[in-house]
């Protein structure tokens, strides 16, 4: 079973929450903790594994061969991200708009772009003190697209009787958050009793049902005010 916990904004307690769970369900059961908050993962503070294994996440990245392109423009129109231009006979490439769809490759009628690796981020698997299968994505500093790194840590995952996969995800509703969701097979929204929670509560909640998951809301801090 994919338990995924997410919510609306950060600071609501999610990863508190999720390493919680995470503690008490592997008394029982097989637990694998992903900690997919790719841009700011402090899930091991909680759980405390000890890394054994470390893997770079890379993802296509388009290299033009000069000498063969003629400056046709295929590509860029091909680009929705406009990841391409065609300035002055020139093709310019602009990394940080590139989804790695490859889509320029295919259109290039020279075959006049080779495939490229960049770095995403880094994927680190260990083992905490309660046998928890812990790992840990990290997204590269200035690189845009957490989805790459999310997507590579989801992948081949061990099938187990009796095992549970817990996803802390990122906060907020945006491209990461999907990622990460995407998949479970019930999602914990974790939110705080104040305008902003809520606010923020109504957004995450309406994009978890766009993907169709079955959720839960947990409040957390009610009663710290005082009220």
Do not use: W
């Amino acid at each position: 079973m994919k338990i995924a916990i997410a919510s609306g904004k950060g600071g609501t307690g999610k990863t508190l929450i999720a390493t919680s769970l995470a503690k008490v369900i592997s008394r029982s059961k097989s637990v694998i903790f992903l900690d997919a908050d790719v841009e700011a993962p402090n899930a091991h503070f909680f759980l405390k594994p000890s890394f054994i294994e470390n893997q770079t996440v890379t993802s296509f990245t388009p290299l033009v061969v000069t000498d063969r392109c003629d400056c046709c423009g295929k590509c860029v129109e091909f680009c929705a991200y406009n990841a391409l231009a065609l300035v002055k006979k020139k093709i310019l490439f602009f990394p940080e708009l590139c989804h790695s769809c490859q889509g320029c490759r295919v259109v290039c009628p020279q075959a006049a772009i080779e495939k490229d690796q960049s770095i995403k981020g880094t994927i680190d698997k260990g083992k905490t003190p309660d046998g928890i299968d812990f790992r840990r994505g990290t997204l590269s500093i200035g690189e845009p697209r957490s989805p790459v790194v999310i997507n590579a840590l989801k992948k081949d995952l061990p099938q187990e009787l009796n095992q549970v996969i817990l996803i802390d995800c990122p906060p907020g509703t945006g491209c990461g958050v999907i990622a990460a969701v995407e998949g479970a097979d019930y999602c914990l929204l974790v939110t705080e009793p104040t305008p902003f929670g809520l606010s923020d509560l109504k957004m995450a909640v309406a994009a978890i049902e766009e993907l169709h998951i079955p959720f839960g809301v947990i409040i957390n801090k009610h009663g710290l005010d005082g009220n």
